[in-house]
């Protein structure tokens, strides 16, 4: 046994003084043959070293350019942003207090802040962290709220601020969230562009709650961005498509309606609302049954449940679930379903991944588009590009008739 451990010593002692002298042998070629050294010999090795170290340098020479480039021909190309840049720091400070950054005002100002300075710096992550402004959602409401008021044209969305979306998100059912979504401080661009890792942040990892949010956020572009479409009286709408309208106090009402009322309890912070009931396929009769704690054993309790869903939902919705039941894949929206938590701090220092295929509600496949005619009127307002209708191929309803 002492021979066995001797052996395992020595083995290691060698592999260590190798690894050194490996180590210290490449320190020796690099301070040999640094990129301002000349070359007075004619060593192959130290030639070929020589010119892999000067390829580098320049390398990164030509991005530092390039960056520094990018940085000096950052300038105004409308009057919102010759306007946005002109701002002096005591603007700064009244604009922050606008979008609800406020927080931040004295550590910009210390800074000297302008505005042409903080359209640079909501540009880069980094720089919004080196600057003070060390939350990562914090970070994209204020490199949203500068882009759109570097933007050529006004947007509705840029007037909801996050007291807004935090009574919004207990409308729809999630109370749980409210305060949440307040210290936050999501807003109406942020909400409408949200994403999956912006919901990590959050702490929503439940596939029901997420499923929610993403119609509701839906629901909200199909109503024309309207503030209050979800206070719309419900006596005033017909048809299927009042479920657009509906918060999840008018599937309360239903549910009383309907000789359910002893079952409403259960939904508490669930997040049904009439539009996840209306638009998401997943979600069937089933998941209203397992959401109000009845189960197929119950037969008669779960025929009425089945049959007063559908009849709410109207023929084409009742008949577009069917077929998305019949697909290979599939899958039940379970209200009941817990996701394993993962932990994501708020403060994070790397810099978010927040593209077109992250978003919880891209634009093409969830646009804002015309309201319908029996619908209250009001002007759909989608991102600063164009928006058109779903395209061909894409197997989100759009139609709610």
């Given at each position: 046994m002492c021979v066995w451990c001797v052996c395992v010593y020595v083995c290691a002692v060698q592999v260590w003084v190798c690894m050194c002298a490996g180590v210290s042998h490449m320190i020796w070629l690099l301070y040999q043959v640094t990129p301002n050294q000349s070359l007075n010999r004619s060593d192959p090795q130290r030639r070929s070293l020589k010119r892999l170290l000067s390829n580098a340098f320049k390398r990164r020479k030509d991005v530092l350019e390039e960056d520094a480039q990018q940085t000096t021909t950052l300038e105004p190309s409308n009057p919102r942003s010759e306007a946005f840049f002109a701002m002096s720091t005591d603007d700064i400070a009244k604009w922050l207090a606008a979008v609800g950054l406020e927080m931040y005002t004295e550590v910009l100002q210390s800074k000297a802040v302008n505005g042409a300075k903080l359209a640079f710096i909501a540009t880069n992550y980094e720089e919004m962290m080196s600057n003070g402004i060390v939350n990562t959602l914090h970070c994209r409401k204020l490199k949203l709220a500068v882009e759109h008021s570097l933007s050529d044209q006004s947007c509705p969305l840029d007037s909801i601020g996050?007291?807004?979306?935090?009574?919004?998100?207990?409308?729809?059912?999630?109370e749980c969230y409210q305060q949440t979504f307040h210290d936050a401080l999501i807003d109406g661009n942020m909400l409408n562009s949200i994403t999956f890792e912006d919901l990590?942040?959050?702490?929503?990892?439940?596939?029901?709650?997420?499923?929610?949010?993403?119609?509701?956020?839906?629901?909200f572009r199909l109503c024309g961005y309207q503030k209050d479409y979800l206070k719309v009286p419900v006596g005033t709408l017909k048809g299927s498509q009042k479920l657009l309208y509906w918060n999840a106090r008018h599937v309360l009402e239903w549910l009383k309606s309907v000789e359910l009322d002893e079952y409403t309890g259960m939904l508490h912070n669930m997040g049904i609302h009439g539009a996840v009931m209306l638009l998401d396929d997943q979600f069937s009769a089933t998941s209203l049954a397992q959401a109000l704690g009845i189960s197929q054993t119950q037969s008669l309790l779960w025929s009425h449940v089945y049959k007063k869903f559908m009849e709410l939902v109207g023929p084409v919705a009742a008949q577009r679930k069917l077929d998305a039941m019949r697909s290979k894949s599939y899958v039940h929206l379970d209200p009941l379903l817990k996701a394993k938590k993962r932990r994501y701090s708020m403060l994070r220092n790397s810099k978010p991944k927040s593209t077109d295929e992250d978003s919880l509600c891209p634009l093409d496949k969830f646009p804002a588009i015309e309201c319908q005619p029996s619908l209250p009127q009001a002007s759909p307002v989608g991102s600063r590009k164009s928006i058109s209708t779903a395209s061909s191929n894409s197997n989100i309803p759009y139609s709610v008739t």
């Open positions: 996050h007291a807004w979306v935090a009574e919004w998100i207990k409308d729809i059912g999630l990590e942040l959050l702490d929503i990892s439940t596939p029901f709650h997420i499923a929610s949010i993403q119609r509701g956020i839906q629901a």
